[in-house]
């Protein structure tokens, strides 16, 4: 307990590992907030006219199109339209027809609209004619929501892979591993404190963000938890190799983001190219795969993928600690 406790100072100290820790909590409260933001009036037309220019029945035209704010003044317009947050365009009488202010900054489509909207004001008796069908705004965050969150764990969830790998270069760097050699602890316990550390660093993060993004009932609360728990196992275990065959902080960076972007990228690509058949069993063999095919499974409500994807990474970490064993 006493080296538990001394590793946890040491990895408080390292700014890196904080910076690790935090990451995926801060992506994961990011992307529950802009959830939570209607972006599609950003993509509405808007309109300023002043007030008595144009004829009842003319503004209920442009409402058909977007929101109409009347204005008292042309400065008051004139504001709003150059107002770079907006896109409101200013619409004015100009004899028989209308003429439309823009400043300039705004979109293509906003400034093909400006250009065409009179003409579609001279035609638009023919135009009342026809019928008008109105498909519904796609909520593009929405679609990925399913990819993303699940995504933003996994980062978390292996986190403790980096936790591990930086703090044992760190030691070595700073000549605490040659004292370690010399303390009456063996080679086990030593991996113990270190696979502890990862998974207690790891399992944090990602319960944390598991509380930001997800609503679970109970029971499928209990089963992230052991998949939470199976895969910062697994992760931290994986650490320790990175820790142990890097010479240097700079190597061991690396490594870690080859391997993180390894276990970011097959499950993603898994799931958006629908693998099945034996490559699956292939995809598997990365730990991340199996994590997040049940985290998917449990935002879907499949508990039965997810007991499956929870004996797999049990299979992961058994592996990887005869493993890690063996070459000690």
């Known amino acids: 307990m006493i080296g538990i406790r001394y590793q946890l100072k040491s990895i408080w100290k390292d ?39 144009l004829p009842t029945q003319d503004v209920t035209w442009l409402e058909q199109y977007g929101p109409v704010t009347v204005y008292g003044t042309w400065e008051e317009l004139t504001a709003a339209v150059n107002e770079p947050s907006t896109n409101v365009m200013g619409v004015k009488a100009d004899g028989q027809s209308i003429k439309i202010t823009i400043s300039g900054d705004e979109l293509d489509i906003f400034q093909q609209t ?38 933003v764990l996994i980062m978390a969830i292996f986190m403790g892979c980096t936790f591990n790998a930086v703090n044992i270069i760190s030691e070595k760097e700073d000549g605490v ?9 063996t080679s086990r316990q030593y991996m113990i404190q270190k696979v502890m550390m990862g998974f207690l660093c790891g ?16 029971q499928n609360t209990g089963i992230m938890l052991i998949l939470i728990g199976l895969s910062s196992f697994v992760a931290a275990l994986i650490g320790l190799f990175i820790g142990k065959y890097s010479e240097g902080l700079m190597v061991g960076v690396t490594y870690i983001k080859i391997i993180m972007l390894f276990f970011i990228a097959v499950p993603i690509v898994c799931a958006l190219l629908g693998v099945s058949g034996p490559l699956t069993i292939i995809c598997n063999l990365v730990p991340s795969q199996p994590a997040f095919e049940g985290i998917m499974a449990l935002s879907a409500g499949n508990i039965g993928i997810a007991m499956k994807d929870i004996g797999i990474l049990a299979l992961h970490g058994a592996a990887w600690s005869a493993l890690y064993i063996l070459l000690l």
């Open 114 to 151: 400006a250009s065409t909207l009179p003409t579609l004001y001279e035609q638009r008796d023919v135009a009342g004619q026809t019928e008008i069908l109105s498909l519904e705004y796609p909520d593009i965050l929405e679609d990925l929501e399913g990819i993303f969150i699940p995504a």
């Open 15 to 53: 700014k890196f590992c904080l910076m690790t820790f935090l990451l995926p909590i801060v992506i994961a409260a990011a992307l529950n907030f802009m959830g939570s933001i209607d972006l599609s009036n950003l993509g509405k037309f808007h309109f300023g006219v002043l007030e008595k220019d």
């Open 177 to 185: 591993a040659f004292i370690n050699e010399i303390l009456p602890m």
């Open 203 to 218: 399992g944090l993060s990602s319960v944390m963000t598991v509380c930001i993004c997800f609503q679970l009932s109970w």
